[in-house]
């Protein structure tokens, strides 16, 4: 049955355009998905990572940090859509300063890099095919963003959502744009390949790519991170923070034993009977922020050496072929992490960086904390914290999607002497509001209103 499945998934992408080199790499996956594989890594066959650098004791010249950085390009996956926040187009459209978009926050960051520099760095976003109109109408207004003889961005491949039941392609006549999904995140190096970019990079002479979130502003071009890259010889880096109590159940770094290469281990290839001994911040000290450092040479032998089918572990996602119809027809979503081709890269590094390197918002919780006086912009568009972030905890039932939360928190509060926001049942907040403290908002019983001027604190208004 299943073996009928995937040559209906393989017509479907063909008759969709899709890639044959992405057909390749969904039909591995297909396979390990057939065969049961599980991905799990348990406890005994890794240790812990250690020894890693930090970039605050790193020693990089101005001259080798500045070369480097003239070889660069900074590449951005752009293909989230926000459905989490109730979002149908690019996440990246979301306000997050004043006027200013994650995108135009981006684009700033990129030009006063080559301003400071003097480096051509090219942007290069990865869209999927929602997000790409949207998100190249909004930066058409910086005319110098583009690099002559190089795309502003290029596409990942897509594929069909599968049947949990028979692994067969699902129909969805309601939508069906539904029956499509983006193969993750690790889609990237196939994509980087089969559309061209990646030889037309080194075409024009780059030899290394940043690599990191659209919506994780934290991660703007750093010169002395790619000198570091630079002389570490390295075909592939993954910048990496401490993990705190926040992050018992995330991914994180480790070490397989077998061979000695470093692993990214998600929660979800973690054995039950492992969690504890995976959730021990003392032993697995560092997750993986996403952001990576790529040499494009060595991506392209690679990618040459195996047709385009990179050895990326499996991911197995079950979702509802409608995500907000948690009735519609149960399927597989076939996915990958771009993070877990440490593994595929001999001499692989890490390298070490404080938490203000990793600003992701996957919440409105997390909107709100970069929206207020926590952060300052810097003229080069940094996003620098002013204060230890405050813990936001917002109620679920009204304010998790954004047209909600925007219209319940029309002017952004103060949260600079708090540490931490407790807000539950209805409330919309006025202009001048001043959090303090352990803030708490208990759940009045009827929509209500926090006064223009008034503080929030442990006591609720004061």
Not at 223 to 250: H, L, M, Q, S, Y
Not at 263 to 289: C, M, W
Request: glycine share 8%; with cysteine; hydrophobic share 40%.
């Amino acid at each position: 049955m299943s073996a009928h499945g995937l040559a209906q998934a393989q017509r479907k992408m063909t008759d969709g355009g899709v890639h044959p080199t992405a057909v390749d790499v969904f039909t591995r996956f297909y396979g390990l998905l057939e065969s049961g594989e599980t991905g799990m890594i348990p406890e005994s066959g890794v240790r812990p990572l250690t020894d890693v650098p930090h970039l605050a004791d790193l020693d990089v010249g101005d001259a080798a940090a500045r070369d480097a950085l003239a070889v660069t390009a900074v590449v951005k996956l752009n293909g989230g859509l926000g459905t989490s926040m109730g979002m149908d187009r690019a996440k990246s459209l979301l306000r997050v300063r004043d006027d200013a978009t994650f995108l135009d926050v981006i684009a700033g960051q990129v030009l006063a890099a080559r301003e400071a520099t003097g480096a051509r760095l090219p942007l290069v976003l990865m869209n999927s095919f929602r997000t790409r109109d949207d998100t190249l109408a909004a930066l058409s207004g910086y005319a110098d963003l583009v690099v002559d003889g190089l795309p502003l961005d290029f596409v990942q491949n897509r594929e069909p959502k599968l049947r949990a039941d028979d692994l067969t392609p699902v129909e969805w006549s309601a939508d069906p744009d539904l029956e499509w999904c983006p193969p993750g995140h690790g889609d990237l190096y196939t994509a980087l390949h089969a559309s061209g970019v990646l030889d037309a990079l080194l075409d024009a002479g780059f030899r290394y790519a940043t690599v990191s979130n659209s919506d994780n502003l934290g991660a703007s071009p750093d010169a002395r991170i790619a000198g570091w890259f630079a002389a570490t010889g390295a075909p592939f880096a993954a910048e990496v923070a401490r993990r705190t109590p926040a992050d018992r159940k995330g991914g994180h770094l480790v070490v397989r034993e077998s061979d000695g290469r470093i692993v990214l281990r998600e929660s979800a290839q973690t054995p039950k009977d492992d969690a504890d001994a995976a959730g021990d911040i003392d032993r697995h000290r560092y997750f993986n922020t996403n952001n990576l450092w790529l040499d494009l040479r060595a991506l392209r032998a690679e990618l040459d050496r195996t047709g385009g089918v990179l050895d990326l572990p499996l991911i197995r996602n079950e979702k509802t072929v409608d995500p907000s119809d948690k009735t519609s027809t149960k399927v597989v979503q076939i996915e990958s992490a771009m993070g877990a081709a440490i593994e595929v890269f001999d001499g692989a590094a890490v390298l070490e960086v404080d938490r203000s390197r990793f600003l992701p918002v996957k919440t409105t919780n997390d909107l709100l904390v970069l929206r207020s006086d926590v952060y300052r912009l810097e003229p080069d568009h940094r996003l620098v914290a002013q204060v230890e972030a405050p813990f936001v905890d917002l109620d679920e039932d009204h304010y998790k999607v954004i047209a909600a939360f925007d219209a319940r928190v029309p002017a952004t509060p103060s949260l600079a002497q708090a540490t931490s926001l407790r807000v539950r049942g209805d409330w919309t907040f006025g202009s001048g509001v001043v959090v303090t403290g352990d803030a708490v908002l208990d759940d009045p019983g009827a929509p209500s209103q926090v006064p223009d001027g008034a503080t929030v604190g442990p006591d609720g208004l004061a």
